[in-house]
């Protein structure tokens, strides 16, 4: 199933083909249904099967991840700069003014109150020529600066290998529910050839443009929700850099169906570009 949940009345995003919307789900979601959500497992090397998950996720502590933001329309994203969020083109609509979106930043737990920062948004910037397949970025403008470190992006294939963490706030386990504290999960690299070696979907990926990362044997995952949320990993400085976007998958956590996230490194010029125009 692609990962795609839309709102009643609201069609899905332009162009996405009705063979991926019917086989397949985008991975976000509306309010009130499954939001953002990860099977978490302690880390182990990408040479190792994955061990039964602890469904549910390791949770995050408060601080850990600062850069994390979820959005209002049910997908999570990244600070690129104090007052931009990166997130994932499928998870928006078309480029231009929008006030719609209010992003929450500054805590791991949805309902504390304490130290939470909402903002709402001022424009929205899809990916020029996303159509459904691969391209699958965009960035939100917010109508003032969150004070909290942001996220670099790898502009290099660099870092496109080994162990990544993501992390997200949604169901635990494919339909589940939204979770109150921000999950975290380590999932290694899949090459292009492996991953599309399993077949259906995953025949068409978008190399270049799309990173998988998973278990064969699945258990961990990111879910419906997590669209637009970082893949992360550390630099040769010890420093987060973030590597993909979540964007789609066949289910979750499915043996031999890994996640598929947006090939930041391919982008950053154009993501550079875009920013430098809000």
Known sequence: MLRLHVSPGRPPTEG????????????????????????????????QAAPSPV????????????????????????????????????????????????????????????GRVQVRSTKVLRAPGYNGTGKDWALIKLAQPINLPTLKIATTTQYNTGDFTVAGWGANREGGAQQRYLLKATVPFVSDAACKAYGGLYSGLVANEEICAGFDAGGVDTCQGDSGGPMFRKDNAGAWVQVGIVSWGEGCARPEAPGVYTEVSTFASAIASAASTL
């Open 55 to 114: 469904v549910g996720g390791t949770r995050a502590a408060q601080g850990e991840f600062p850069f994390m933001v979820r959005l209002s329309m049910g997908c999570g994203g990244a600070l690129y700069t104090q007052q931009i969020v990166l997130t994932a083109a499928h998870c928006v609509g078309a480029s231009g003014n929008n006030t719609g979106i209010t992003a929450t930043a500054g805590v791991v737990d949805l309902q504390s109150t304490s």
């Open 16 to 47: 996405i083909t009705l063979k991926r919307l019917l086989t397949a789900l985008k991975r976000c979601a509306v309010l009130g249904a499954a939001a953002l959500a990860i099977a978490s497992l302690q880390p182990v090397t990408a040479a």
